[in-house]
């Protein structure tokens, strides 16, 4: 008789490959179904039960390749990238890149970064917001110890950059838009924080100085090094605007000096 | 029909009356209607991790008691029990401050792979030892009482040698963990493989019993006969509401709850279903005064 732990090994092995499943069919009671088709109603339950999962994240990938591409994908997902979590929110982060090698992808260069943006949408929709700080809360540094501050981010900010206009490509692909449907691909480069702000998520278009600055900041980087990262390639940045501006908008739960 | 949703005298703290599993769908109509309703139930993972649902969360909570079902946290795995899940269920339990905390007698997870299903165990000595050193860890990690729901299973293991209703009693009395009892996955388990869905009520303590569930299922035709499918899509069907009777009239009047997970229809039908499990307990009380 296996051992429980034997047996389980076994019946995940079963969900995914089909030799397996023949195999671990034998141990099972055949009661007028076959234990074959007995082990289908779970194998069916595990990849349509992801799929579920990885629609309701991916609304807008859904709508642009159809259902039966994503489903096609999403199958070749789940059967490569296991679920690591008993919490299926944490599921599907992969599915950017996975999307950027699915056969007859070349044809749709923004795929991955739409997912890319819907997955940052997600995480920040399921991530805590703590309280804002403010431009009262930064007059406690000392002018002195402003070069070796480090402002956190609030754990749902992402950043996001494309050569695709991912963000037009997402608004006119939700349900309830009614502006105007029709984007222009080559619109150029784009870069967005992505952040929680209350019960909504907000999408707020950065500069190119704004953007290189905000990452060094996400890596730890001290407000020196940080400007210090941006007037390499962008001399103008005007490190006050942007700071009230992100202030403003609640980007950072904090400082340490 | 109407029927009132007051809480009966000497049953303590916990409402013995219908809920309904609440889903994102519809928290503005709850927020906004406040509908006559016991309590709710949310699937735990849903709300981990503080994020936009909790704050919806928290407002129900204000109104409604709030019960926490877990489906992700693998009671039945022979992997260790992961700590990340353990530490996002106490903090939402510290945050909610629960009716109950429910998990399933299942497993989900080998080797790290989660298959997010509830998976069937052997009916086994070896199994049983397995499931209740977990349940006991769960319960010491937790520092409450657990409520552990039997599930429905479509394939029966060879060296299974106790039956699930021995199993899950040994289950509730070694662990002291309280039951769960899904009333729609008796009968679905049982149509599935043949045994008598009144025997598997007689074989539970009475007193275990803390909470019952209601759902609806699907019918699937295969080559050699037809398997029931617990997907939690429809109404309770009259076989199911004659077993709940029968488990009323042997549990007593337990908060019981209404499962509807897709294919989700207008909150008014969810609290139909409810308005008629708390008619059958409200029936029960009359008889048993």
């Known amino acids: ?257 | 029909m109407t029927v009132s949703f007051r809480q009966p005298v000497g049953t303590g703290p916990v409402p013995a009356c219908a809920g309904i599993g609440l889903r994102s769908t519809h928290v503005h109509e709850i927020l906004e209607t406040r509908p006559a309703l016991g309590w709710v139930e949310v699937h735990s993972e849903n709300y981990f991790g503080r994020g936009i649902p909790r704050h919806y969360l928290e407002r129900i909570r204000k109104d409604y008691p709030v019960s926490l079902h877990g489906v992700g946290l693998s009671v039945g795995s022979t992997d260790a029990l992961s700590r990340d899940h353990l530490a996002a269920l106490r903090e939402l339990i510290a945050d909610i401050d629960p009716l109950f905390v429910s998990e399933h007698l299942s497993w989900s997870s080998v080797g790290g792979r989660y298959l997010n299903d509830l998976l069937p165990l052997p009916c086994t000595e070896e199994a049983l030892a397995h499931v209740i050193a977990r349940v006991d860890e769960i319960q010491e990690r937790l520092g409450r009482q657990m409520l552990i729901e039997n599930i429905s299973s479509y394939l029966q293991f060879a060296e299974s040698a106790i039956p699930e209703w021995e199993f899950l009693a040994e289950l509730a009395t070694l662990s002291g963990c309280a039951v769960l009892l899904d009333v729609n996955n008796i009968f679905v388990s049982a149509t599935n493989h043949g045994f008598d869905a009144h025997r598997y009520l007689q074989a539970i303590p009475v007193r275990a019993v803390r909470e019952m569930h209601l759902a609806g299922f699907t019918r699937k035709t295969f080559e050699g006969g037809e398997i029931l499918i617990d997907t939690h899509n429809r109404r309770v069907v009259p076989e199911v509401w004659r077993l709940y009777e029968a488990a009323v009239a042997r549990f007593g009047a337990v908060p019981t709850l209404i499962e509807w997970d897709s294919d989700l229809p207008p909150l008014a039908v969810l609290l139909d279903e409810a308005r008629r499990a708390q008619a059958i307990m409200e029936t029960h009380h009359a008889h048993a005064a």
């Not at chain 1, 019946?11 to 234990?35: P, V």
């Not at chain 1, 953007?211 to 400007?227: I, K, M, N, R, S």
Request: aromatic content about 10%; charged content about 20%; glycine content about 8%.
């Open chain 1, 1 to 257: 008789m296996p051992t429980l732990r034997e047996l389980q090994i076994s019946f995940a092995a079963a969900l995914t490959n089909r030799e397996a499943a023949m195999r671990f069919a034998t141990g099972l009671r055949a009661q007028g179904i076959a234990a074959e088709r007995r082990l289908q109603v779970y194998r069916n339950n595990l990849f349509a039960g992801l799929t579920e999962v990885l629609a309701a994240v991916y609304p807008v990938i859904h709508r642009l390749v159809g259902e039966a591409y994503f489903e096609q994908a999403a199958r070749a997902y789940i059967a490569n990238y296991p679920s690591p979590s008993g919490d299926v929110h944490r599921y599907g982060g992969h599915f950017a890149a996975h999307l950027g090698r699915s056969p007859g992808s070349e044809t749709l260069g923004y795929l991955p970064d739409v997912a890319r943006l819907e997955w940052s949408y997600h995480r920040a929709f399921h991530a805590e917001q703590h309280p804002a700080l403010d431009a009262e809360g930064l007059r406690a540094v000392q002018p002195q110890d402003y070069p070796r501050l480090r402002l956190m981010l609030q754990p749902s900010a992402r950043l996001l950059e494309s050569g695709y206009p991912v963000l037009r490509i997402w608004q006119a692909n939700q349900p309830d838009w009614t502006g105007d449907a029709t984007v222009n691909v080559a619109e150029g480069r784009m870069r967005l924080l992505i952040l929680r702000q209350g019960v909504e998520v907000a999408f707020i278009p950065l500069g190119i100085g704004e953007h290189l600055w905000l990452q060094g900041l996400a890596h730890g980087l001290t407000l020196l090094e940080a400007q210090q990262r941006v007037a390499v390639r962008e001399p103008g940045f005007d490190l006050g605007a942007a700071l009230q501006c992100l202030l403003s908008q609640g980007v950072f739960s904090g400082w340490q000096s």
